[in-house]
Structures are given as C-alpha cells and as structure tokens.
C-alpha cells in the first residue's frame, strides 16, 4: 500500500525538481499547484511534426521534422532590420540545409558544431535552395561523441518529430520548458493514478484506463490514440456532471417546503377578470405548477416560453394562490424598468384581490395595500417584508440582500432568469426566517437548448409554452443594406405618422474605435437632425440615471415618444403593445437569440409588426447568420443554432447562468450527454459500492464553478 505522503500526485510543482519551482509561482494562477494539477492540464491543441524526413526529400512549404548534424553555426547581424540572425547548416546523411533563427543569440551556446539535433519546421524557398525558419529544435547527442549518433530511444523526443502539445498559458512560460514538466510529472505520478470510472462502463464503452488516458492526452503516439482518450475524458466531465446534478436535486427533494392547497373558486375568479381568454399552453403550465407546489418537496420548475407567450399570467396564478393559503411571494426580475413594469400588472390584475404588494428596487420603496399606495422608507418596507405585512414583494437584485427577511415565504420567481446566476437564485430561496424552503419558478424567454437542459438545467423541471397567444401576426423580418437605409427611415416615418412607435436599437453606447458600429448617442444626433426631425425621438441606455430612465420608458409607454433610440437594455422583458417597428444597428453584433429577445419587443398587439437588420457591413458569412433569423420565428431552433455557432460560454449572458467551466467536454454534443446521463441514473444509487468514483464526484463539486 501505497503511503498517501508519498503519493506523488499530492506534491507541490516544486518536488518535480529545478524546472518545477521554477513554474511553480507562475502557474499558480492557473490553478496548478500540485503534480494531479499538472497532469490534468490538457494540452489546447497539437502541433504535427510526426513526418520525419531525410534532408534530400524535404520539398518547400512543408512541416516536418529532420534529424541531423550541426556543421556551422553563427551568429550576424543583420544588415536591413539590425536583428541577430542565427545560422546554422545542419546535415544527414542525405543531404544539407540551412537553418535560421531571428532574435536567438544564445543559440550559438547552447548549440554547437557536431551536436546532433532533431529540428521540426517549416521549409520555405531561399534562392535556388530551402531552408528551415525558426524551427524547433532538441538536441539528440552532443559533438563529444565523435559524431556518433546517440539513438533516439535514450533521448525520447518531446519537443520535435512527433505531435507537441501546446499548452495555454501566459507568456512568461516556455512550452519547452512546460512540456518537460509534464513530462516528468507524468513519468513520476502515472503509477500512482487511481482509476475511478467504474470497469464495466470502461470495458463496454472502450475506454482507456486513467493512466494511459493521461499519456494519450498529452504526449500521444497517433492522432487516433488522443482522440480515444479525448473521448474518454469528455464522456468523465458530462458523467460527473449528471451525478451531481443528481445530487442537487436529491439534497432539495430532503428539504421542506410549504404544501399550497390548489383553490379553484378563487382561480377561476381570477381567470375571468382578465381581459383576454387564456392559451391552451397557458392552462397546461399552470396546472404543472399548482400541482407541484402542492407537495411538501421544494419546486425547482423552469417555466420557458417565447417573448411575449404570456408567461407573466402564470406565475400571477400562482402567486393568487400561495397568497390565498397565507404564504409570501417574491418575484425577482433583472431590471428596474422591468420590475416596475410587473408591479402594474400586478397591481392592476389583483385590483378585486385583497393582496398586498410591494415594489423594493434600490430606488423605491412602495406599497399598495386595498388600493392604497404608500410610497415608504426602505427600512419600513423591510419590517413589514419580516413581519408578514405583506404578501407579494417585486423587486431587483435589491431583494437579495442581507437586510431583507421575509416571515413565511414559500414561493419565489424568477423573471428572466438567465440574468440571474445559481446563487443569486439559492440566495433568494433561503431569505426566509422560518425553517422552510421556498418553491421557484424561473422564467425566461431564452429557450434553454436540449443539450443545456439535459446537463446544467438536469436539476430543474422544465414547463413550455410553445405557442403565443391567438391574433399575433409574425413579425415581418428583412436585412436592410445599406442602399435601402433612407427607405426604411421613410417606412418608419410613414408608421409614426399612422400613431405607431418604433424601436432603433444599436450595440454601443458611445462612439468607439470599432469602425463603423453605430452607436445610440451618434444615432440620435444624425436622427434628431436628419431623417426624423419631426418625430418624438428619445434615448435610452444603462448609463442614464435609474429615474430618468423610468420617465423615458413611462414616456414611451404612454405614447409621449415615437421612436426610442436604444441598446440592447430593451431586449429584456418590456412590453409596449403599440410599438411595431424595431430597427437594429450593428445586427451582426447580436447572437441570434438576442436578437429573437429584440424582435420579440414589436408584434404583441394585432398591428402587423417589422425587425429590420442592418448588419455594419456586408460580410458573406455574417449576413447567411442573419438569415437564420429573417426565415426562422422559432426561439427554440434559434438558440439550439446560437449554441452551435457561438460555443456555450458566448450566448446572451450564459456565462452569468450557472454554466460550468467544462474542461474539454462541450455542451453541445448532445449523444455523448444522454450516454452519459442514462450510466448517471444507473450508476447514481450504486455509488457506495465505488468509493473512487464518490471522491470523484466530491472533488468535482468543487472545481465546476457553477457561478
Ligand atoms: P412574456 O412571456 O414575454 O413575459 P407577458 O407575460 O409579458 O409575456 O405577456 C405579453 C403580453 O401578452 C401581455 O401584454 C399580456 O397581457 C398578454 N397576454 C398574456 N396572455 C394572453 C392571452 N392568452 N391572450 C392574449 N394576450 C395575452
Ligand atoms: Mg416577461
């Protein structure tokens, strides 16, 4: 048995020898600071020097690796650029070849005539012959051999004449010096390696064991050998991530919540003062959530449903009856606008209901109780939060902090929810004094893609509502080239003049470097002055201050504007029916479910709407992405290709949402996720029977980096 002290895998960098503490502060960063660290850094990708060539069959314009002797050396100055350029004639027994270095002059101590080298490079014309620049090179035997080739075997190559992985770090670390590292980490810990994938799954899925894995990954014999290992790897991250999601839901489903009695008379009371008759997908979603929080187990439901598809109402059905059982509600959005926004729905739907609400952002404080607005200090409005004095509480990130405490919530949404990260929703959960957990509903409009919902969203139940409410007509789309700008104003003007509004949205704030990308200060100047004189035009962005923002958004709702020149800040959630027109500068800025988001803030009344793309210039490939949006009303398709085209880490604000920081596996493959769900769930109650996988799993848990 193998003392755990002496397990090399525990010891810092610096027990790796000179090159080790000579690392060791520099990758620190990096999160490397024992040997395990080290050889579960993986390399970023490879450099292919596996051809090795005699020196007479090298053509030019080809990498490949030569294997020689150094007949002269030199260091000169050049005359042009005054650099040090470093030649060399190396030769075999087939041929000779000039090498060159640029900037190297302690090349000629390191290396002198006799020394036999391994060079791997590119070959490139040089007059009538070729030569070699700036290759790499690894001595194989020095001069005192007399010229005696030492074979390869006793100096195995790491650097040249084989596939050389390329790390990613900062640049005061060499790759050579990096690689010989790991190397020796590798050469040192591999024994030691405990294997903790379960046998079965190794031998049914082919994998290789741990030990060879870790070889393969870094210092692979044939392409084909890393990508067995690749594989293995990835199927190991999105496995882990099964089980502990798994876990999470399993720690939840052990909490208790409050069980809310379902009250139909009051429901349908409800249900009948709106103004509009529910969708069938409406009723369905409810129904899910009223029975889920009828259970004593807290809900963790995911409600996802296109801009504009009604989900509001929803989650206002079953506040009405968490309320109506003598719980508190909180409902969390990402934006002041937006929660204002929500506080007059609410106000207005419950107008006949004996519910308290209030509204806390870091701005305002008010509370409405029997149609009765108290507009308060913030410290009153968190005594009646703590003391039960009222039932629903909207608000911002302001209602996560520490001051506030609610006396028996049992129910909390979410809106918007991919704004908000992993524990800012927990946070909210748990602001509770009483030993309960609340119910969550997050909701978005940002459909989460088959793949994110099978991996970071395993924990969450998932209710859809496909379909948006009756008499919607589809939003017109169309790219607008530069040569039809004047037109398309003109077509605005014309809406405008019909008692219209119309959104301009532009991916900047202020004029930038970036060339050509409008911004919404420029844009409103050339506006105001130029094709919309004698319109009502305002602007909006994140930098103005929080009241003057509420005065142009209220403005804008109340038709006291025309056209709102704005960022992307009215992607989220705002709802002005008579808006029909949006305009988007820069359109190729946004990823495709963004500008679904911003498509998605014209078209919610029965006016025929538009969303015109105006990409900042006419790139092929840019405008075929465009494309996908003119011909496509499908969020859900929209996102899944978003995911495709732009990597996870990239979409509209995933990297805020709880994405784990996955190491090689992408969460877009979606037939290695389900292989490794289906093994999750069969191997998740077997867990004590594999005491190396469980550590696993723990250590996992800590390096995912759920934000
Ligand atoms: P989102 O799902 O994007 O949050 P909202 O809840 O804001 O959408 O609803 C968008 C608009 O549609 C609101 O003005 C709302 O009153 C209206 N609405 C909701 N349900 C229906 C329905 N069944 N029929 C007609 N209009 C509806
Ligand atoms: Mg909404």
Request: contains cysteine; aromatic residues 8%; positive net charge.
């Amino acid at each position: 048995m193998v003392n755990q002290l002496m397990n090399p895998l525990a010891q810092p960098l610096a027990s790796l020898g000179r090159t080790g503490k000579a690392l060791e502060k520099k990758l620190k960063p990096l999160g490397i600071e024992t040997c395990e660290d080290l050889i579960f850094y993986f390399p970023r990708r490879f450099d292919d020097f596996s051809l090795v060539l005699p020196i007479a069959d090298l053509r030019t314009q080809i990498t490949a690796t030569i294997r020689g002797r150094i007949d002269m050396i030199a260091n000169r100055r050049s005359r042009r650029s005054r650099m040090i350029v470093t030649e060399a004639l190396v030769s075999d027994a087939s041929g000779s070849i000039k090498i060159v270095w640029f900037n190297q002059p302690f090349l000629t101590k390191n290396l002198q005539v006799g020394d036999w080298l391994s060079l791997s490079g590119k070959t490139s014309d040089h007059y009538y012959d070729l030569q070699m620049v700036s290759p790499v090179y690894e001595k194989t035997g020095s001069g005192a051999e007399n010229g005696v080739r030492i074979p390869d075997t006793v100096f195995p190559s790491l650097h040249t004449a084989r596939l050389v992985p390329v790390y990613s770090f900062p640049a005061n670390v060499a790759q050579k010096q990096f690689r010989l590292l790991m190397r020796t980490a590798l050469d040192r810990c591999l024994p030691f390696v405990k294997e903790w994938l379960p046998d079965d799954i190794r031998a049914h899925e082919r994998y290789p064991d741990l030990s060879t894995a870790l070889l393969s990954i870094h210092f692979p014999e044939k392409q084909e050998e890393y990508c067995i290992a690749e594989q293995r790897f990835k199927f190991e991250e999105l496995f882990l991530l099964q089980l502990y999601c798994k876990n999470l839901k399993e720690s939840l489903a052990a909490q208790t919540s409050c069980a809310i009695p379902f009250d139909q008379k009051i429901t349908k009371r409800l249900i009948a003062a709106l103004p509009f008759t529910l969708t069938k997908e409406q009723k369905t979603v409810a129904w899910e959530i009223l029975c889920d929080i009828q259970k004593a187990t807290p809900m963790n439901r995911l409600l996802q449903g296109d801009v504009g598809s009604g989900k509001t109402i929803v989650a206002i059905l079953a506040m009405l009856n968490v309320v109506h059982a003598g719980y508190q509600c909180a409902f969390m959005a990402p934006t002041e606008v937006l929660a204002r926004q929500h506080f007059t729905t609410l106000k207005k739907v419950f107008a006949d209901f004996d519910v308290r609400i209030a509204l806390f952002t870091a701005q305002h404080h008010e509370l409405r109780i029997k149609n009765q607005e108290l507009r308060i200090k913030d410290y009153e409005l968190r005594d009646t939060i703590a003391n039960g004095g009222v039932d629903i509480v909207i608000g911002t990130h302001a209602l996560i902090q520490e001051k506030i405490s609610f006396k028996n919530l049992a129910f909390v949404i979410v809106d918007e929810q991919h704004r908000f990260g992993v524990n800012q929703r927990k946070a909210l959960r748990e602001k509770n004094s009483a030993p309960i957990t609340a119910h969550v509903l997050s909701m978005t409009a940002t459909p989460i893609p088959r793949s994110l919902a099978l991996t970071v969203y395993g924990d969450l139940d998932i209710s859809t509502i496909r379909a948006l409410p009756k008499g919607r007509k589809k939003i017109i789309t169309k790219i607008v080239p530069q040569s039809y700008r004047a037109w398309t104003y003109d077509f605005i003007r014309k809406h405008v003049r019909r008692g219209r509004q119309a959104f301009i949205v532009c991916p900047i704030i202020d004029q930038s470097d970036i060339l050509g990308v409008r911004s919404v200060k420029e844009e409103y100047k050339k506006l105001i002055d130029g094709p919309f004189r004698h319109e009502r035009v305002e602007m909006l962005h994140g930098r103005i201050k929080t009241a003057e923002k509420e005065r142009v958004m209220a403005a804008f709702r109340d038709h006291e504007i025309d056209i709102l020149v704005t960022t992307s800040v009215v992607e989220v959630g705002i709802d002005v029916p008579n808006a029909t027109i949006v305009f988007i500068e820069g359109a190729e800025r946004f990823g495709l479910a963004s500008l679904h988001q911003l498509r998605g803030r014209v078209g919610r009344a029965d006016h025929q709407s538009y969303c015109f793309l105006a990409p900042t210039d006419e790139d092929k490939e840019e405008i075929s992405r465009l494309k996908a949006v003119v011909s496509s009303h499908d969020g859900f398709a929209l996102a899944e290709k978003d995911l495709a085209l732009r990597g996870e880490g990239d979409i509209l604000g995933l990297r805020q949402s709880g994405m784990p920081r996955l190491k090689i596996a992408t969460l877009t493959d979606i037939e290695l996720i389900i292989k490794a769900r289906e093994y999750a769930a069969a191997y998740h109650s077997k867990l004590n029977d594999h005491p190396e996988l469980k550590n696993r799993i723990a250590t996992f848990q800590d390096t995912v980096h759920i934000e």
